[in-house]
C-alpha cells in the first residue's frame, strides 16, 4: 500500500495528464486476482499475515472468483460464470414458511371477499351511497386505489426524472420530500388533526437535519448513481425488471387495499348482514386478529417480491462488472438470474425478507398506537410510542443495510442468507469499501423518494376522508389507521419500482469487494469519476 506522500502525490495529479495506475497487491503478481483476499496476499493493516483477515473461516470454501470463469473468447451461459459452491437450494424451511403464509393471505382474502361481495349493497358501489355506519365500505376501497394510482404516477415520474436528470435527482429528492412533508403537516394542522400533523412535521425536521449532513457526499453519489443508470440505458432489461416488478406491486396494492376493506365488511360486529355470510361470526378480536395477519403477510410478500427484483438486477450488474463488455457478456443474465431467484435462492430470500417485515410490522403497529394516543390526548403515550418508532426505524435501516449487499452475494454465488450477509460486510469491510459504502446516499435518497410518494399517498387518502365523509368515519376514528395503510401502499410501490437502480450500485460495492482492481482496468472511466470526487476510492483500489 502507497504512503501518506505517496497518496497524496497521487491526489494531487492534473487530471487533464491522467493518473498512474494504482499500486497492486501481493496477490495480482501471484497470478491470484480476483480470489478471496487470504488469497491474494492481502492482509488489513498489523494483521499477522500467518492468520486470515478477520471474519473469514477458512473451514468454509469461499465462491470463486467470477472473472476467472471467463472465457475471452466465447459467450457463456450465467450459470457457467457464477457458479453455485456447495448445495443449490438454502434456506428450505424459510420458503416454505413464506408459501405457507402467502395461502394463508389468499384463503384469508378470498372468504373475506366473498362476504364482502354477498352484502355489497349495505357497503354500497361508490363513494357516497353506503348505508354502513359501522366500519369501512366501498368508500375506502375507491380511497385506497386512488392512493395506488398516485403512487404509481409519481413513482414513475420519479424514475423518469432519475433518468433524464441524474445529477439533480438528489436535490429534487430532498427538497421535494421536505416540502411535501411540510405541506402536508400544515394542511393537517389547519384541518385540526394534530396527531397526524405533529407526526408529519417531526418527520419533516428530522428529514432537514438528514438532508443537510448528507450535502458533503452528494458529489460522490452522483457519480454512483450516473454509473448505475449508464449501465441500466445499456442493459434495458434493468428497466424492463423495474415497470414489470412496479405493475406487480401496484396490483398487489390494490388487492391488498381490498382484502384490508373485506376483513372489515365481514367481521366488524355491530347492524352487519356479513356476519351471517359464509366464513365465521363477527368479532372485534377476530378483526384485529386477521388485520395484524394481513398486514404482516402484506409486509413479507412486497419485501419479497422488492428483493427478488433486487437479486435479478444484480445478476445484470454483476455480469457487467466482470465482463469485457458485449464480447462476453454472459447469456441469459436476466433470465437467469431471475430464474435463480426463484428457485435456488427463493428461501434465502424469503428469510431476508421476513426479518425486514417483521420490524415494519412492528414500526406499522407502533405508528397507529401513536397516533391514535395523540388523537385521544394521551401525551405520554404517544411520546413512548413515538420514541419507540424511532428505535425501531434505526433497527430497521441496519437490516435493510445489511440485506442490500447480502442480496447481491446470494444473486451472484447463491450462498445461504446468513453466509452471505457475513461474508459480504466482512470482505467490504476489509477491503475498505465499507468507507464509500458510507459516502454513497443513493439508499438513503430512493428511501427518501419513497417516503415523498408515501406522504403524497396519505395526503391523498386524508383528502379524500375530508372530503366524502364517510358516515362510518364521522368521530375520525378511522383516520389513523387508514392514513396508515396509505402511507404503506405508497411507500412500498416506490421502493419495488426503485429497487433496480439502487441494486446496480450496491452490486458495484460487492463487486468492488471481490475484486477492485477489475473496476480500473475494465471500468477505468467510473474509476476516474469516483477518485476525482472522492480520492479515498483510490485506497480501496489499493487493498
Not at 31 to 58: H, L, V, W
Not at 86 to 94: L, T
Not at 328 to 346: I, M
Not at 501 to 512: C, E, L, P, Q, R
Request: hydrophobic share 45%; aromatic share 14%.
Amino acid at each position: 500500500m502507497a504512503n501518506n506522500g505517496e497518496a497524496a502525490a497521487y491526489y494531487n495529479n492534473d487530471p487533464e495528464q491522467g493518473r498512474e495506475p494504482p499500486p497492486v497487491m501481493n496477490g495480482r503478481a501471484n497470478g491470484n486476482r480476483g480470489a478471496p483476499p487470504e488469497q491474494q496476499g492481502y492482509y488489513p493493516p498489523g494483521q499477522d499475515k500467518q492468520q486470515p483477515p478477520g471474519g473469514y473461516d477458512q473451514q468454509q470454501p469461499q465462491p470463486g472468483a467470477p472473472q476467472d470463469n471467463f472465457n475471452m473468447d466465447q459467450k457463456q451461459d450465467y450459470d457457467q460464470v457464477f457458479a453455485i459452491q456447495g448445495p443449490k437450494y438454502r434456506d428450505i424451511w424459510a420458503g416454505l414458511l413464506f408459501l405457507a403464509t402467502f395461502a394463508g393471505f389468499v384463503a384469508v382474502s378470498g372468504i373475506a371477499i366473498h362476504g364482502y361481495a354477498t352484502t355489497r349493497s349495505g357497503s354500497g358501489g361508490g363513494i357516497y351511497d353506503s348505508t354502513n355506519t359501522f366500519g369501512l365500505t366501498t368508500n375506502t376501497v375507491i380511497c385506497l386505489v386512488i392512493c395506488v394510482a398516485v403512487a404509481i404516477i409519481l413513482s414513475l415520474i420519479y424514475m423518469w426524472i432519475a433518468r433524464q436528470f441524474t445529477k439533480l435527482l438528489i436535490w429534487v429528492t430532498g427538497i421535494a420530500n421536505i416540502c411535501l412533508g411540510l405541506a402536508t403537516a400544515i394542511y393537517m394542522l389547519y384541518q385540526k388533526y394534530w396527531s397526524g400533523g405533529i407526526v408529519f412535521l417531526v418527520f419533516v425536521v428530522f428529514t432537514i437535519i438528514c438532508f443537510i449532513s448528507w450535502i458533503p457526499r452528494i458529489p460522490f453519489s452522483v457519480v454512483m448513481l450516473q454509473g448505475s443508470m449508464d449501465v441500466a440505458r445499456r442493459r434495458g432489461h434493468v428497466f424492463i425488471v423495474s415497470l414489470v416488478g412496479g405493475l406487480v406491486g401496484a396490483a398487489f396494492g390494490i388487492w391488498f387495499s381490498i382484502t384490508m376493506v373485506a376483513v372489515y365488511v365481514k367481521y366488524e360486529p355491530g347492524n352487519n348482514p356479513a356476519c351471517d355470510a359464509s366464513g365465521g361470526g363477527c368479532s372485534q378480536a377476530k378483526v384485529i386478529g386477521l388485520m395484524v395477519f394481513i398486514t404482516f403477510a402484506g409486509y413479507w410478500i412486497s419485501e419479497w417480491l422488492k428483493n427478488t427484483i433486487h437479486a435479478t438486477v444484480a445478476g445484470i450488474y454483476g455480469s457487467w462488472y466482470f465482463s469485457n463488455g458485449d464480447a462476453n457478456f454472459p447469456r441469459g443474465a436476466t433470465r437467469s438470474s431471475a430464474r435463480r431467484a426463484l428457485t435456488y435462492s427463493f428461501g434465502s430470500i424469503s428469510l431476508g425478507s421476513l426479518i425486514v417485515a417483521i420490524i415494519n410490522f412492528l414500526r406499522q403497529l407502533c405508528s397507529i398506537a401513536q397516533q391514535q394516543a395523540a388523537g385521544s390526548g394521551d401525551t405520554l403515550a404517544s411520546i413512548f410510542f413515538c420514541l419507540l418508532g424511532c428505535f425501531i426505524s434505526i433497527l430497521d435501516w441496519a437490516v435493510q443495510f445489511v440485506n442490500r449487499y447480502a442480496f447481491c452475494h446470494i444473486a451472484l454465488y447463491g450462498s445461504s442468507y446468513f453466509e452471505a450477509a457475513k461474508n459480504t460486510w466482512t470482505m467490504i469491510k476489509n477491503r475498505g469499501i465499507d468507507a464509500l459504502v458510507n459516502q454513497c446516499l443513493i439508499g438513503p435518497v430512493f428511501s427518501m423518494g419513497a417516503t415523498f410518494v408515501a406522504y403524497a399517498t396519505s395526503l391523498s387518502a386524508y383528502v379524500f376522508l375530508h372530503v366524502t365523509k364517510p358516515a362510518y368515519n364521522d368521530d375520525g376514528s378511522y383516520t389513523p389507521v387508514i392514513l396508515a395503510y396509505a402511507f404503506l401502499v405508497g411507500l412500498q410501490i416506490c421502493n419495488i419500482f426503485t429497487t433496480p437502480i439502487s441494486s446496480g450500485v450496491d452490486t458495484i460495492f460487492v463487486a468492488m469487494g471481490w475484486d477492485p482492481h477489475v473496476l480500473y482496468e475494465k471500468h477505468n472511466d467510473l474509476y476516474q469519476r469516483m477518485v476525482e470526487v472522492y480520492p479515498r476510492v483510490q485506497q480501496a483500489i489499493q487493498g
